[in-house]
């Protein structure tokens, strides 16, 4: 009993809906079906980002640019849509996983065979990418009368009462629950993370973990990248700007230690869902969506401190009084 009471998932679940419970007492509609389910959806995006951010900090490393991998892609696949609106919306999202793998191969290379520290390389190619998408798009924007019809209604499409982007978003957990859990690559990013001397010892290849952590976390930013700009109709330099924070603040708040080789695909899940609830909750309540930020921030902070509190290995005793004899 004490195991699922001190479990991340556990207590974030109910965290959850204490604040679900909250919310409804001052708005009861917030609680029905219909809008749970839109708030799903709204959340969609950041889940699956934090799940690619979660493979990422689980090898000791950081990837921030997950939002301009989203948005050059997302510009990208646009502009492809207005010169080929009849190209297979299939072969545009391969497109779309295939270009984010590459940012993200990029990011893995640079820390693998360069040795720079992740934090340095992802800042830098978050500023490299935001930069080419003002060269091809020559600062414009990409609007909603540019793009093909069916280019637009993939993610808008309902399917057994949900739109496909809430499907795509339940593929990636399932496909991701099943990795880390069921196969070799999985269990590599938890050693390297967990112990990167002892997973070297084991004959696993460190910079080779990372640079798969960083092709993943790449390739789910550029589906996302599709399904953002299909979803609301446009395409610009700034789309997603800041989202890198959300998609950190969900990893932290759902235990993924920065410190690597802790976390899980649920936790990073319902720390996305926590922050998705309070984005869709603050306008219902007349709170300013602006203090979002401060929201986020200020659960990182919390966040950090219990993990590190509840990561810390207990002390061992090594002078212990004796009992006095009977």
């Known amino acids: 009993m004490n195991r699922y009471l001190q479990s991340r998932e556990v207590i974030l679940s109910a965290a959850i809906l204490m604040l679900i419970l909250l919310i409804s007492l001052r708005f009861p509609a917030f609680i029905a079906p219909a809008n749970l389910a839109n708030v799903f959806n709204d959340t ?3 889940m699956i980002l934090a799940i690619g951010q979660m493979i990422v900090i689980l090898t000791k490393c ?5 939002a301009a991998t989203l948005a050059l892609t997302g510009m990208v696949v646009s502009l492809l849509n207005i010169a080929a609106p009849d190209l297979p919306l299939v072969v545009t999202i391969m497109i779309a996983l295939s ?3 590459v940012l993200g191969m990029v990011n893995g290379l640079l820390v693998w065979k360069l040795n720079i ?3 340095v390389v992802t800042l830098g190619t978050m500023t490299i990418y935001r930069g080419v998408i003002f060269l091809i798009s020559n600062g414009k924007w990409v609007n909603a009368h540019e793009m093909s019809p069916a280019f637009k209604a993939l993610p808008r499409h309902v399917f057994l009462g949900f739109p496909l982007l809430s499907w795509f978003a339940l593929a990636v957990i399932v496909i991701a629950a099943v990795v ?3 196969t070799t690559l999985g269990r590599a990013f938890y050693a390297v993370g967990g112990n990167p001397h002892a997973s070297v010892y084991t004959g696993l290849n460190v ?3 990372q640079f798969w952590a960083f092709t993943i976390s790449g390739a789910l930013a550029g589906l996302t990248g599709y399904l953002w700009v299909s979803r609301y109709a446009v395409a610009y330099v700034d789309i997603a700007g800041g989202f890198e924070l ?3 603040a969900a990893c932290v708040i759902g235990g993924i230690s920065i410190a690597g080789g802790i976390g899980s695909v649920g936790g990073a899940v319902l720390g996305a869902l926590f922050l998705g609830v309070i984005k869709n909750a603050l306008p219902v309540i007349n709170i300013s969506p602006f203090w979002q930020l401060a929201i986020s921030g200020t659960a990182i902070i919390i966040a950090v401190v219990l993990n590190s509190r509840a990561n810390r290995p207990p002390g061992r005793i090594i002078l212990k009084q004796s009992e006095p004899a009977a």
């Open 117 to 119: 520290p992740p934090i």
């Open 207 to 209: 910079g080779r973990t």
């Open 246 to 248: 959300d998609v950190v």
């Open 62 to 66: 950081i990837d921030l640019s997950v």
């Open 99 to 101: 270009l984010g793998a």
């Open 44 to 46: 969609s995006p950041l």
């Open 180 to 182: 880390m859990t069921r």
